[in-house]
T-cell receptor, first 117, second 115 residues
Framework: GNSVTQMEGPVTLSEEAFLTINCTYTATGYPSLFWYVQYPGEGLQLLLKATKADDKGSNKGFEATYRKETTSFHLEKGSVQVSDSAVYFCALSRANAGGTSYGKLTFGQGTILTVHP | EAGVVQSPRYKIIEKKQPVAFWCNPISGHNTLYWYLQNLGQGPELLIRYENEEAVDDSQLPKDRFSAERLKGVDSTLKIQPAELGDSAVYLC?????????????FGPGTRLTVT
């Protein structure tokens, strides 16, 4: 079945440090890949996505590239801010239409990021 | 535009009691999802609706969980009777249509504590 593995957390960084959160996946076919962010007390929000190999998703200074050869979708940001402190989830969704699981998101376990001033 | 609304935000009940969660999706969103999020884990899909039809309920423990989406708008998820292991956050999400090309918008969740 489909699965997503994220790097163990929590991750603690100083402001303006470089961020990498690793994500690898197992899936049949070519899924779409996502990063969601959950700020304290809020619901999950889509941060960025990529729907095919070599696509780069980007938003708010965050980037992730869909690497089919390494089945990875690592999240990066060049300079983190205190406001980036949140839980980050990597997820995949089957891309082929049809079937009851179409649209189902499979999530990793989440990585807690804390950024200190 | 209002987001996905869930209520209650928090619920504490004793084991063996019933509990219900309510979700109102974004207006016009035909697809509605219920996810379960255990502490320290990512969400897991319980059930997906397209309009009023439950098209994927394979992960719903049907012996104690039930759900409905009358008129294809808001939805209710029920647990009867609740067990200690049901303590978790129950998330509702909606999208215009199913599939990875349509963003799922999540509500804030209902945190259930079973004592």
């Amino acid at each position: 079945g489909n699965s997503v593995t994220q790097m163990e957390g929590p991750v603690t960084l100083s402001e303006e440090a470089f961020l990498t959160i690793n994500c690898t996946y197992t899936a049949t076919g070519y899924p779409s890949l996502f990063w969601y962010v959950q700020y304290p007390g809020e619901g999950l929000q889509l941060l960025l996505k990529a729907t095919k190999a070599d696509d780069k998703g980007s938003n708010k200074g965050f980037e992730a590239t869909y690497r089919k050869e390494t089945t990875s979708f690592h999240l990066e940001k060049g300079s983190v801010q205190v406001s980036d402190s949140a839980v980050y989830f990597c997820a995949l969704s089957r891309a082929n239409a049809g079937g009851t699981s179409y649209g189902k998101l499979t999530f990793g376990q989440g990585t807690i990021l804390t950024v200190h001033p | 535009e209002a987001g996905v609304v869930q209520s209650p935000r928090y619920k504490i009940i004793e084991k063996k009691q019933p509990v219900a969660f309510w979700c109102n999706p974004i207006s016009g969103h035909n697809t509605l999802y219920w996810y379960l999020q255990n502490l320290g884990q990512g969400p897991e899909l319980l059930i997906r609706y397209e309009n009023e039809e439950a098209v994927d309920d394979s992960q719903l423990p049907k012996d104690r969980f039930s759900a409905e989406r009358l008129k294809g708008v808001d939805s209710t998820l029920k647990i009867q009777p609740a067990e200690l292991g049901d303590s978790a956050v129950y998330l509702c999400a909606s999208s215009l249509a199913p599939g990875p090309y349509y963003e799922q918008y999540f509500g804030p969740g209902t945190r259930l504590t079973v004592t």
